[in-house]
């Protein structure tokens, strides 16, 4: 196990050393002068093709210079700044360059349809935050918005505080996994929705967000207590394999959840599969017509 490895263990040393890294500008250094030598893989030039293939990249609007590279930060379509190399460091900074600041054309565009219904000082929580992206843009586009992120990752977490400050915004961030049932002893805690909504005095969440790599019916299984008390109106669930995808689907209806939109992996234009679901009677649309892809 190398250096970096062992510190993530012992998070608050961690975290000492990314302050001191983040306060010499450490990471846009690293990235201006690996970048230019970095040669892109045909794993990424394919995932590129794909992602653009989506015709959901059109009905989002894009700003100015979206995707472009700039000394300290790079421009994503809504017009946030994100920390050079904040996800997924160079293949995804060409993707980025390459699809006009779009990395899930799918989920972006059904996010900001949803995004039109959340009322002032709506509350969102992203499970596998990672850079933030989804929290950014919800902070950003909602007034007087309340969001927690949780992320395992300290170093992952870092970029998304980054990008929080690079913006001007401001949330809270929680290490920590996601599962079924709280277990607070271990260096890095494992929660339960149903756990962060009382820890963090949420009452409602108007959109629960997660990506969290395989752990996703889990998650649900842990915020039933949230579900059956109305306290969550909007999941975005990424999926990450078929058989998960159907039985969140089916333990969501079972909750008298509406399926808003949905691709599998399958039908993805990203890595992951999609689900957006909403509870009944919330407001907004009940179907979004979002691209499918054929293979």
Known sequence: MGLK??????????????????????FDWRFHR???????????QQRIA?????????????VAEAGKVFSDHQLVHNGMKITLGSYYDYGNTHLLMENHGVHEPQEEYAFNEIM???????????????????????????????????????????FGKLNFKLNGLEGVFDAGFITDEADINPSIPFYSVDYLMKKHSISHLNILHSDIQGYELKMLDGCKDAMNASKIDYFFISTHSNELHQLCIDKLKRHEYLIVCDADLDESFSVDGLIVAKRRGTEGPDIISISKRVK
């Open 50 to 62: 794909i992602v653009k293939m989506s015709t959901d990249n059109q009905k989002l609007e894009h």
């Open 34 to 44: 690996d970048f230019p030598r970095y040669k892109i893989t045909p794993y990424w």
């Open 116 to 158: 039109k219904v959340i009322p002032v000082g709506g509350t969102m929580m992203e499970l596998g935050s990672y850079w933030a992206f989804y929290s950014m843009w919800f902070a950003k586009r909602v007034r007087g918005a309340q969001c927690l992120m949780i992320e395992p990752d300290p170093h992952k977490m870092n």
């Open 5 to 26: 490895q062992r510190l993530k263990k012992i998070p608050q040393a961690y975290n000492a050393l990314l302050f001191i890294l983040n306060s010499i500008n450490y």
